[in-house]
């Protein structure tokens, strides 16, 4: 009986003195499809460096199957928490069970799942639809009673941040009916699809149809640019450019006048992740399920080439 | 020893190696845990790959299987959100339908005499496009069926858990062993992916044998397609992108020659074992970028090829001396 005190005593000592110690994160990211998802992963290492933990680090390459097996392997190593930013939003059920059997805590970045909610310890992320929102009502201010043909180009089919963005636009512009989307495409975040998919549209509708181009995030609408200007259109002027992410090469395009606005999704998404996770560690405290980030609007006057200088360094 | 063997006792002898070098430097890797993750999280490729290696045997190619994986996990997630099918019922029909699917690949092959390499591209381009006809967004699969079979496994001392999708990987395994190297039908594969006019001349039905391999490779699929399903319980239109460059390269590692003829089955699934090794060994040093894993993989095949190469030329060296004399003379004539 003595000797079980003893080591209840003990016990509670060695997970009182655990916080002190440097923990070790797992980090199951998507791959580096944009230069925001490359970013995060710098600011992520940044923030673990800085806390003193430990981060390991799998990049998914794009694939579900790839981080399934990474979170796997997380569990299997022992590791104290993990930061999961999910491909697509299905499929999660079995693994965050087991991660939850080895009360391994894991926090959700920047994109959600289907999952229940008792299964993870909380998700990190700004609010995809508000996002879309803030994009739309820029729209609806700028144009105001003109008639407006957007075209749109889609993140990655299925992927939350695609589906969110254009409900949110959508929801933006409601109720305005001069301003209509006549095209909308994948362009799978990228910048060579994001180009290839505007050149399609620019073919298809003409380039005097189309009004504004609204692209789920800034790499698509960098791509779009060049595809406008190869059609001897202009952009920013031609054709309104609006995106989401607030990458350092959007800033770079708003300030040669070729983009128009763009909604910031911060990259530092490690931040308020570590927080939660390290006042979980110290005393059990359980944070909300969702921890919303900030979504600021740029336009072409809020000094771009300056926050381009300040943003650059961040490894977009 | 067996020439035959060699490659497949190379292959064994560099999973070893590599993961005992992994355990000095992660103890932790050496559980029941981690060997339970390397059997799940790669079954379906495992199944997929032993459906290829028949394939290869027989001297063809089957580019479809990934796609044919990503449409059965839409076809699954569609049937059982639009209709009151039970999911056994839906799976039956699934197999069904990629296994015609496989056989019609084969018969166009054979029958028109095309390059196996076209037929099964065309056929990844309609599978591919199957799946985003059916939905281009993510269905999640849920069932309680689809419940019970995930959350079926058999815990292995220290925690690790051997799955029920694990276990039919290993099962699929040896039944194609059986079927490739203890039945006739394999000895008809063999001669076919050998050489398949001297097969006709002893015999051989190479048109049924061509067709049933395909319809193999297709069933394979499916069943990959299956387990894939219940691995991610999703079906997902973009899944599984460039997974029969993957199997191929498992069954080379393996010990497969890629002309045809020659290897063994169950050397390909060291192959995947070797390649989910890698990754896991990636995910555990946690600051190597996971492309390593495809520059590790595109280096253990060019080691095997060169490989087969050697092993080739020593046997016809040692043997060879009157096939060579033969294709000279055939040569010869065709040159006249």
Redesign the interface.
């Known amino acids: 009986m003595k000797n079980l005190t003893a080591y209840a005593l003990f016990a509670t000592t060695a997970l009182a003195a655990l916080p002190a110690a440097a923990e070790t994160v797992?980090f199951a990211q998507i791959g580096s499809e944009s230069g925001w998802r490359a970013a995060e992963t710098t600011v992520t290492r940044q923030e673990a460096e800085k806390r003193g933990h430990?981060?390991?680090?799998?990049?998914?390459?794009q694939?579900?199957?790839?981080q399934?097996?990474?979170v796997?392997?997380?569990?299997?190593?022992?590791v104290d928490a993990i930061l999961l930013a999910p491909v697509?939003?299905?499929?999660?059920?079995?693994v965050l069970q087991e991660a939850k059997e080895a009360e391994i805590p894991v926090v959700l970045l920047d994109r959600q799942v289907?999952s229940s909610e008792d299964l993870y310890l909380t998700a990190v992320g700004s609010d995809l639809e508000h996002e879309g929102r803030v994009a739309g009502e820029w729209l609806v201010q700028q144009v105001g009673d003109k008639t407006c043909n957007v075209v749109e180009l889609q993140g990655?089919?299925?992927s939350s941040p695609a589906?969110k963005r254009k409900a949110g636009f959508e929801a933006g512009i409601a109720g305005h009916d001069n301003i209509k989307i006549t095209r909308s495409q994948t362009g799978d975040f990228t910048r060579t699809k994001g180009k290839e998919v505007m050149e399609s549209f620019l073919k298809a509708e003409g380039g005097t149809e189309i009004c504004a181009l609204y692209a789920h995030n800034d790499d698509m609408a960098v791509g779009a640019i060049q595809a406008i200007k190869e059609a001897g259109k202009k952009p920013g002027t031609d054709i309104l450019v609006v995106s989401i992410d607030a990458v350092p090469d959007i800033f770079q395009a708003m300030a040669a006048g070729e983009a128009n606005a763009t909604v910031e999704l911060t990259p530092n998404m490690a931040g308020p992740a570590f927080d939660a996770l390290e006042a979980y560690w110290k005393n059990g405290t359980v944070p909300p399920k969702f921890i919303q980030t900030e979504s600021k609007l740029y336009t072409q006057a809020d000094d771009p080439q300056a926050i381009y200088e300040s943003k650059k360094n961040l490894g977009y | 020893m067996n020439a035959r063997l060699l490659p497949f006792v190379v292959t064994c002898g560099i999973f070893v190696l590599a993961y005992g070098l992994a355990w000095l430097q992660f103890p932790a890797i050496l559980s029941t845990r981690v060997i339970g993750n390397l059997l799940t999280d790669n079954a379906y490729l495992g199944i997929v790959a032993v459906g290829m290696t028949v394939v290869i045997l027989s001297g063809g190619i089957d580019l479809s299987v990934g796609a044919v994986i990503a449409f059965s996990g839409v076809f699954i997630g569609v049937m059982l959100r639009d209709t009151g099918l039970h999911p056994y019922a839906v799976f039956v029909l699934l197999l069904l339908i990629t296994t015609l699917f496989g056989l019609a690949m084969g018969a166009v092959i054979h029958l028109l005499e095309m390059p196996p390499f076209i037929v099964t591209l065309a056929g990844m381009f309609m599978a591919r496009g199957a799946a985003y006809v059916l939905s281009i967004d993510s269905i999640p699969i849920r069932h309680p069926a689809i419940e019970a079979i995930q959350s079926a496994y058999w815990l292995m001392p220290g925690k690790g858990r051997l799955t029920l999708i694990a276990g039919l990987m290993l099962l699929t395994v040896a039944a194609v062993t059986l079927l490739i190297h203890r039945s006739p039908f394999g000895t008809r594969v063999m001669a076919v992916g050998g050489d398949a006019r001297t097969a006709r001349l002893l015999g051989v039905d190479v048109g049924r044998t061509t067709v049933a391999v395909y319809g193999l490779s297709g069933f394979c699929a499916g069943l990959a397609g299956v387990v894939f399903a219940v691995y991610t319980s999703a079906g997902y239109s973009l899944a599984t992108v460039g997974t029969e460059l993957d199997a191929i390269a498992a069954v080379v590692i393996g010990g497969t020659l890629l002309t045809g003829g020659s290897g063994f089955v169950p050397g390909t699934l060291v192959g995947v074992l070797i390649m989910g090794l890698i990754q896991t060994y990636i995910v555990f040093d946690g600051t190597l970028s996971s492309w390593w894993t495809k520059i590790v993989i595109g280096m253990l095949l060019f080691g095997f090829v060169a490989l087969q190469k050697g092993l080739v030329q020593l046997r016809s060296r040692k043997g060879g001396g009157r096939r060579r004399a033969r294709r000279q003379s055939a040569q010869g004539r065709a040159a006249a």
Do not use: R, S
Not at chain 1, 88 to 94: H, K, N, P, R, S
């Open positions: 797992g430990d981060l390991k680090f799998a990049d998914a390459q694939k579900q199957e790839n399934i097996k990474a796997k392997t997380f569990i299997a190593q022992g697509v939003a299905t499929g999660w059920d079995q289907d990655t089919t299925g589906i």
